[in-house]
């Protein structure tokens, strides 16, 4: 199973990000963690990180996995483009934070993308990836 992992602006700074909220592994950790769990279960994961929303969308468009994992980043509170272009992708797309914006400020209780989403994970840091992972394989399998 091919699956793609996309994290849009400020991801590839985790490490330097508050370790409060966002845990102190880089995203070179998570990438390893992510590549870790996947190859014991067989699946083959890629990776793209962009701060730019464009080549966000570009990404998404071409779509040629079996499944989506996105962490749009603070994209997820405004980017109607993003939204937009989810809304075409016909594969099993789970939306994941690391923090829970839920709990945080006001502006972050809003996501507009994750209604073009199976489903959020959001507030479980790194981990939320790899139920995102097991959630896809899953679904992939039963259908
Ligand atoms: C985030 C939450 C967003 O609000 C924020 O802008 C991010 C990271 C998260 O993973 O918790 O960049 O998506």
């Known amino acids: 199973m091919l699956i793609l992992v996309i994290n ?6 985790l490490g330097k990000r508050p370790t409060d909220i966002y845990g102190s592994e880089t995203y070179d950790d998570l990438i390893k963690k992510i590549k870790d769990y996947a190859e014991k279960d067989g699946l083959t994961v ?3 990180q962009s ?4 080549k966000i969308i570009d990404r998404i468009q071409k779509m040629d996995y079996e499944g989506l994992v996105i962490n749009p980043g603070a994209f997820t509170h405004y980017s109607y483009a993003i939204r937009d272009t989810l809304e075409i992708v016909n594969v099993p797309k789970v939306e994941v934070h690391l923090s829970n914006i839920l709990a945080r400020e006001a502006f972050r209780e809003k996501s507009v993308t994750s209604a073009e989403c199976d489903g959020v994970i959001s507030g479980l840091g790194q981990y939320g990836y790899i139920l995102a992972l097991n959630y896809i394989k899953n679904k992939l399998e039963n259908n």
Do not use: C, R
């Open 8 to 13: 849009g602006p400020n991801l590839n700074m």
């Open 46 to 48: 890629d990776f793209f």
């Open 51 to 54: 701060n730019s929303e464009g």
